[in-house]
Structure formats: structure tokens, C-alpha cells
């Protein structure tokens, strides 16, 4: 068998060019469907000698066309294959191949590039390397139906990123592509409009111009909703729709237009039924979750359409021993897949859910529901982890929900679990879910307490991800918030004033926000508020200070003052502030400022400082009018804002009491 491979391999070389010719025309025929053949013509080392002559402008037409059509056979093999091909250069030799004026060879060239590039282990990069390739295989659009097919489906697969995206536009990619969707060819129009769902997913400058296309007359979004009619093969008309998802969810259209809601989310619901083809109801339901994630319209919609709902529960129940599945190979591919499908079912779920109390409730009444999301946190594929806790999180925004399903199924457990040792994408869902279940009204909230939560949201305030610091400190604030003594203490002692600080100076306003909202909870209820100040008075007056002198929009300054009002409502701690001559000008001055929420809050400020029911509030009233704060106070009892007037003449009644 070597022997005989050796043979082909060796007439390559013969100085008689026919001869070399029917060696290859005889490779040609010994290679179709033969995978065997294929790798071990490749380990004897046909490609160089195949490429060689391809390029040599004295190979006769015929041979350098025959060249093409056998590296194109070798690489329909296994990815090795592919890879072995790409380690010899056949793609700049191919792309070279393509300046021939001859249509035939061109297409050969073509298809064999068509086929290594829509193998993952091909580096789509090496069709930009060369900035005259795109213009090139632009201008070859038009020479064929061919051309068309496999330019286009080299395209459509090598556009990864918004780079690419802008490379293909910027050579004119949709005015030459957009007649090809009128082609007679299927194959072409297919391709073409695979094109159009890569070039306008996230990118608003394709889909702002797509917007206005004609194709032949007629709007191009008119023509995708011909292709999205239930007489057109499914392939397109799940192209199609993700084609108007990705304009709409691009601001190109918008979310109440009727090529939507009456064409595009009924077609993607159509999808989701039983009948179709795993992958396709995969596809369906994840471009029908991306469609509608922003617009609880369209999730009102979608929800009560078809009864997607109780449809997606199926997504479960699949291939059931009962399924309809004869072919023995599809049921195997199925089987291997079937993670896919609830992947799809939970990122739909999520989507539903997002906003909507109604639909919320709807989905955790649905069979099983609570009990999936439950078995999908622990699930081996990450994927489908990460879109059950996409799913949990979705639901744990209903107050309802963590009252009812969420304590019935004790779901913290499993999420804690899954907070153990994730990669970030899940911890950040994981952990935004958990903010919810700490907030005060959840039956949650004790157990989770009782089980070590703490330490764990310490150290994920100290990641490098901004979104897990933001968490981490959010689920802290949740869990301070009228909080007994002892959590709190645990709080501080365990997240250390070191880190507090830092917090306080994160360069993320959000980390920064919630860290703020954090030390507003610790410091509520007098006792706690004079024993943390007690002992972090220093720091923590220090830290207000900073925050208050440095550049920061007014949510921050807001949630700073308010921090210092708290402190102005201890016992003892309010000294702290009375002593600080320094602080005591910045209160004033926030009082005339031009923001009303500051005013406001400065003002709630020293009302509390002089509070005619404690001891020394006579003293204090002394200082402050000295100061001049009677005369700020007296100002802003005339102030056109009720609120502030209002709280002023509350203060003012305090020297009058």
C-alpha cells in the first residue's frame, strides 16, 4: 500500500509533463472520500511538490488546475490534515493562484481555500495579512456563480471581530454583496445572507447602512422577511432572522417594528418547537434570548406566544427514550449535545425573565423548573452553569420569587457551592445572584450568613475584575443593611480597614459607590455607629475627607455627606466631626452649593450635630452659629426647593426649641 503511495507521490517528479499530469489526475481520482489516502500521501510529502507546480507559470493550465482540486480533496480529510496544509503556505499560494485571468483555475483555487478556511484550526488572520487579498476577491465576485459561493462563504467565516468586520465594509462588502441575495443560486443566496448576520452582529455602522440598501427595488430588510416566510428552507430563515435581531439589537430598528414583532420573533419561536432539528432549536432560542434582553415588550410578546414557556421545558426532556429518532447516528450526535439544548433553554429563561413579574412566575411554575436550575449549577459543561446561574439571577430579581421558590428549593446552597472555584464569567453571575439573596427581605439571607459567606465576598472584593469588586462589596452592603452588631463587627474585622480604604479609593466609581453604601449601613443605629467609630474614627473621617476634597460626581458626594449625617447621629461620635474645624467648613460649604442633593444633605448634617434632645447640643449650637451656619441655615429657609426649605426650617427650630 506505502509502496503504491510512494508511486503517486514519485511520478510527481517525472520530467515528462504529461505524465505528471495523469499522476495527478490518477491521485485525484485514489484520494476522493479516502481519508486514510489522503494523510498518508501528505505524511509522503505530496503537498510541496502539489504546490510547487501549481505555482510554476510553466505547468500547463490543466495541471495547475488539477494541483487545486487535489489539495482541495486533501483538505475535505481531518483537521491534521488542514494543518499540515496551512504549515506548507497554501494559502498565500492559493491567493496568488487567484491573479491567474483563468476562471476555471480560479474557481479550483477557490474552493480549496473555501474548504481551509471553514476549519476552526485555520487562523482566519492569514486573509487579511495581505491588505490587497479583499479588494482582490471583491473584484472576482462577479465572475461566476462560483466565485460568488465561495467568496462569500470565505467571508462569512472569517469574520471574527470588529476589525474584520470594518475591513470588509470598508471594501465596499455590502454593495457587492447585497444582489447576490436575489441570486438564482440557493447556495449563493444563502451565503450572501450568512454574510450580512457576521458584518451586523453589535456593529450600529453596518447596520445603520443596511438599513437603506436596495436590493433590486426593495428594502433589504423587506427582503430578509421574504426569507424568513415558512416556505423557505429553515437554514434561511434562521439566517435571515438573525440578520434583523442583529440590526434591532444594533439600533438600526426598532424593537416595535412590525418586520420584528409580527416577522422575526414569531419565526425564532417557531424555532423553539420539537419538530425541528436540535441545532436548530439551539439557534433558535439563543437569537430569540438576545433579540428580546433589552425590551420587556418583546418579552411580554415572545412570552405569550406559542407557548414558548411551557415549550422550552421540553429543552429538558431531550432525546427522551421515546424520541422519534431512527437514525441511530442522529441520536448519537444528539445525545452528545442534548448540554446545548438546556444551555439554550435557561439563556432563553434568563432573557424572559429579566423584568417582568408576571413572566417570572410563569417560569417557576413550570414543571421542575426550580429543581434544573438547581441540577444545572452543578452541571460537568460550563456553559450550561453559567446559563442556569444566568437563569437564577434573572429570577432572584423578584422579591416574590426569593420569598416563595428560591427558600422552598434552599437554591443558596448550590450557588455557594458554585462559588468555590469558577473562572470569573460565572463568579460574576454567581455572585450578582447572591447580592439578591442577601438582601433583608429574603429567607435566605440567615442561612447564607450562617454559612462562612463572609470571608468568601472579602476576598472577591480584592479581585482584579472590576465586576467582582463591585459584587463582592455589594453583597457585603446587603448583608450590613440593619444588620445586628455582631455581623457588622465580622464585617470590618474580616474585610480589614486596609481594604476598606482601598475600596474607598477604587479607580471604578461603581466599587467606590457600593463601598460607600457599605460603610452607610455599618454606620446606622447609635451604639454601632459610636463603636466603629471608636475604634476607625481616625481613618474613616480621613477617608470622608478625601472623597469629599477630590473630584467626584455628585452620587458619590451625596452618598459621603449622608455617611457624615450618620456620624453626626452618634453619641460620641459626632465629636469627631465637632472637633474638625476643617470639616465643619466643608459642611458649610456643601450647604451653598449649587446641587440641591448636596444642600440637602449637608443640611441633614448639622441638624443632627444640633439636636436640642441630647448632651452638649447647647454647646454645639453655640459653636455653629459662630461659624455662621445660622446665617447659611436662615438663606435656605427661603430656598424655592420645598425639601431643603423645609429641612433648614427643622434646623433653625432647633435654636428656637
Known sequence: MQERNRHYVDRLFDPDPQKVLQGVIDMKNAVIGNNKQKANLIV?????????????????LELRTECAVVLGSLAMGTENNIKSLVDCHIIPALLQGLLCPDLIFIEAC???????FISPVTPVQLLYTDPTVIPHLMSLLSRSQ?????????????????EHQTVLFNHGAIQKIAPLLI???????????????VLAYENTQVSMTLVNVLVDGELLSQVFVRMMQRDQPIEMQLTAAKCLTYMCRAGAIRTDDSCIVLKTLPCLVRMCSKEHLLEERVEGAETLAYLMEPDVELQRIASTTDHLVAMLADYFKYPSSVSAITDIKRLDHDLKHAHELRQ??????????SNDEDIRKKITETENMMDRIV????????KVRLAAVR???SL?????????????????????????????EVLIMASSTLCNLLLEFSPSKEPILESGVIELLCSLTQSDSPALRVNGIWALMNMAFQADQKVKMEIVRCLGTEQLFRLLSDPDTNVLMKTLGLLRNLLSTRPHIDQIMSSHGKQIMQAVTLILEAEHNIEVKEQTLCILANIADGNTAKELIMTNDDMLQKIKSYMQHSNVKLQLAATFCISNLIWNEEDGSQERQDKLREMGFVDVLHKLTLDSDSNLSDRAKTAMQQYLA
Open 44 to 60: 509522503l510529502g505530496a503537498v510541496p511538490r502539489l504546490l510547487y507546480l501549481l505555482q510554476q507559470s510553466s505547468s500547463s
Open 110 to 116: 477557490l474552493r480549496c481555500l473555501r474548504t481551509v
Open 146 to 162: 462560483r466565485t460568488q459561493e465561495y467568496i462569500t462563504q470565505i467571508f462569512s467565516h472569517c469574520c471574527k471581530t470588529p
Open 183 to 197: 441570486s438564482p443560486s440557493y447556495k449563493v443566496r444563502m451565503q450572501a445572507l450568512k454574510c450580512f448576520s
Open 344 to 353: 439554550a433553554a435557561f439563556k432563553l429563561y434568563a432573557s424572559l425573565g
Open 375 to 382: 441540577s444545572g449549577l452543578s452541571e460537568s459543561s460550563i
Open 391 to 393: 437563569c437564577l439571577h
Open 396 to 424: 432572584s430579581r423578584s422579591v416574590q420569587q426569593l420569598r416563595t421558590s428560591f427558600h422552598d428549593h434552599a437554591v443558596w446552597k448550590p450557588l455557594m457551592k458554585l462559588l468555590q472555584n469558577a473562572p470569573d
